[in-house]
């Protein structure tokens, strides 16, 4: 129990993760393991978008942390449509995985990527 003990009271305290403006300096970006559009199929097309027959284009920046994965993604140009915005993000950040960028001495560190993607109605709209 002392050493339970001794051990908590020696533990260096918890540390929150570098956050973008604070991350070491990207010197190779991080690259999806994939191309992003394949994380995206015809059954993701929100059923509101297909109802009121939205499409369009919606272009994101996500935040890609030490693991590869997305820590946050928000649209920077709208398609119009919220339901095609929201799924986006939502897809990207659950789907998406990455190799993460590196610094200048190969450690892991954050990095930002943009993209975009074009929401189409199956069968043409």
Known sequence: MLVTALALA???????????????PV?????AVRWLIHYI?????????RRLHQQGRVAYE???GFDG????????????SPS????TCRIMRS????HPARDAFGNP???????SINWILPGGG
């Open 109 to 115: 560190t954050i990095d930002r990527i943009r993209h």
């Open 27 to 31: 010197a190779v970006p991080a690259r």
């Open 10 to 24: 020696l533990a260096a305290p918890a540390r929150e993760p570098p956050t973008p403006a604070t991350a070491a």
């Open 41 to 49: 199929g015809t059954r993701d097309y929100p059923a509101e978008a």
């Open 95 to 98: 789907r998406a995985r990455f």
């Open 62 to 64: 996500m935040t890609i």
């Open 84 to 87: 095609l915005d929201e799924a």
């Open 69 to 80: 994965r997305p820590l946050s993604c928000r649209v920077i140009d709208s398609s119009g």
